[in-house]
């Protein structure tokens, strides 16, 4: 089962309600004794944006969780695709490009669409990619990673390349117009030349959070996923900095990555 809190959202009635004494124990590992999966009655919140959101919600309803749809972001376009526009044109000069996220790729392969490029100007290029779905969505395209480090953050791929490997290197970073700087700036640092343009932007979306503000109240939600600060930090603003502690009590909360955590 699952419902979204969105701008369709609908109230719960009475006979959807948790019965927190019969499903004790999913979440903290402990024995259940009549068979039903781990998350059985268990509400779940996925924040990210809904169109990216099936996997997650799949994965959680096969555990016979029940999902919530609470999208804490939006991807769009970045305000100007023109610094983009200006790299995919002469893509060719890049030694690297590094991706890191499936919203890079996906942005990026529409932008050389848009301008009547194709995949195969990537041959020679070296492709990096932070974690394992972005790696993914570059193979949909035809294209393998030639970095894929573990753990899933922008440290990982510095961990795997060398000062003298990129010195003199140009690299191409398609990303979100707000991110952390360490991946470029390490970069420039060993000597190369870094190009980072907006590939898309994460926007607060227009949520009714009324009834996921009232389970909550209730201590009716078992856990809430974050897979990105963004979620993270627009979460926080949808419901009040000021009244998020209170107000998720003793709510679980699931994070991807030490950033998001962070």
């Known amino acids: 089962p699952r419902f979204c809190v969105g701008r369709d959202a609908r109230q719960l009635g009475p006979s959807q309600k948790v019965n927190r004494a019969r499903t004790s124990g999913a979440l ?3 024995s259940n004794t009549d068979n039903r999966k781990p998350l059985f009655g268990k509400r779940i919140v996925i924040t990210r944006a809904r169109s990216q959101a099936g996997e997650l919600a799949r994965r ?3 555990l016979e969780g029940e999902v919530i749809y609470c999208p804490a972001i939006e991807i769009e376009s970045p305000e100007s695709c023109d610094a983009l526009d200006r790299a995919i044109a002469v893509i060719q000069i890049y030694d690297w490009l ?4 499936v919203n890079g790729v996906e942005r990026f392969r529409m932008r050389l669409q848009r301008l009547s490029g194709s995949i195969s100007k990537l041959t020679g290029t070296q492709i990096a990619a932070i974690g394992p779905q972005t790696a993914a969505r570059l193979a949909r395209e035809g ?3 030639a970095v894929v480090p573990k753990p899933y953050l922008a440290e990982g791929i510095l961990h795997m390349l060398i000062p003298d490997m990129m010195r003199g290197k140009r690299v191409l970073i398609p990303r979100a117009a707000k991110a952390r700087d360490i991946l470029p700036e390490t970069l420039r640092a060993w000597g190369a030349t870094v190009d980072v343009v907006d590939a898309y932007r994460t926007v607060v979306p227009d949520t009714n959070i009324s009834v996921l503000r009232t389970l909550l109240h209730e201590q009716n939600v078992d856990m809430i996923t974050f897979t990105s600060s963004s979620t993270v930090v627009n979460f926080a603003r949808l ?3 000021e009244y998020l502690g ?3 009590g003793s ?3 699931g994070c991807i990555g030490p950033i998001t955590q962070g």
């Open 239 to 241: 419901f009040g900095v």
């Open 251 to 253: 709510t679980a909360t």
């Open 28 to 30: 903290d590992g402990r």
């Open 60 to 62: 959680i309803e096969e």
């Open 98 to 101: 590094i991706f890191t996220s």
């Open 246 to 248: 209170e107000l998720l």
């Open 143 to 145: 294209l393998k990673p």
